[in-house]
């Protein structure tokens, strides 16, 4: 493919139309080019275009810009609720007068241990308070999981959750509570609503490069030796040249 042709931007795009990218599942690759944003975390959007400027009475244009925040790769193996690092200034000894200083805000992390109903199991956690915040909003843990979209999570870890819980409740395996159906039922009422079919459930929070790799292995073939297709061969022949050659009745005294 011509890259030179298009603009830098949409070559992500196009690759997607191409070879094994094009073979991907439909689903999957609508969540992948799902450009929907999060939700706004450390700042707050006007949620308007105009508004009245409180001195001069004037109508004013004002443009919602979010803040630009960095994910550290460590972000992607724990639950941080949308939080990320923020990169900005301050000023020295807290005077207006002095140099500016970079400097870089955090969020708080903690150590938590959070129970899944699903997967009967427990996780040990890097959490925010945030997201303490939001899994209490949800009514539970493995409501917050499956409730909140890619784009909110921001995290490879809940995306792997979310797969293994949608594949259980897509699958109703019996490992859940073995000893107590009445139980392992009510878990699965109780999240019936999340329940979508295995096939598209398997996909789910899958990278690129590991869809590609899926989607290889998929269309992937053992090499057929060429001793066994003479063998099938040469016994279709064997088979149709006796049923080609006259029988013999003999007559009976």
């Known amino acids: 493919m011509p890259l030179h042709k298009y603009p830098p931007r949409l070559w992500e795009t196009m690759k997607l139309k191409k070879g094994i990218y094009a073979r991907l599942p439909q689903h999957y690759l609508g969540a992948l080019q799902d450009t929907t944003p999060s939700t706004p975390v450390h700042w707050k959007p006007l949620g ?18 979010p803040i630009p925040i960095y994910y550290p790769p460590e972000s ?14 301050r000023y020295a000894n807290n005077d207006k007068l002095s140099a500016k200083l970079k400097k870089i805000w955090k969020p708080q992390l903690f ?21 303490l915040d939001l899994i209490d909003a949800a ?18 870890f809940g995306m792997d959750l979310k797969r293994a819980m949608l594949l259980r ?11 107590d ?7 699965y009422n109780k999240y019936k609503q999340f329940e979508i079919p295995a096939e598209e459930a398997e996909w789910v929070g899958l990278s690129l490069e590991e869809a590609v790799e899926k989607q290889r292995r998929l269309e992937h073939k053992d090499p057929e030796p060429l ?3 003479c063998v099938d061969r ?18 009976k005294d």
């Open 169 to 179: 409740l897509a699958r109703k395996d019996t490992e859940l509570y073995s000893d």
């Open 234 to 251: 040469l016994v279709k022949e064997l088979a149709i040249q006796k049923l080609s050659e006259p029988q013999i009745v003999g007559k």
């Open 139 to 156: 009514y539970g843990f493995d409501f917050y999981i499956l409730k909140t979209p890619k784009q909110d999570l921001n995290s490879k």
């Open 48 to 65: 308007v275009k105009y508004r009245v400027n409180p001195k001069t009475g004037q109508r004013e244009r004002v443009q919602d810009i």
């Open 227 to 229: 001793y066994k297709s």
């Open 76 to 89: 992607q193996d724990g639950l941080w609720g949308g939080e990320g690092w923020i990169t900005g200034y």
């Open 181 to 187: 159906s009445v139980q392992r039922e009510k878990i």
């Open 111 to 131: 150590k938590k241990e959070l129970y899944s109903e699903i997967l009967d199991q427990k996780f040990t956690v890097t959490v925010t308070a945030r997201t």
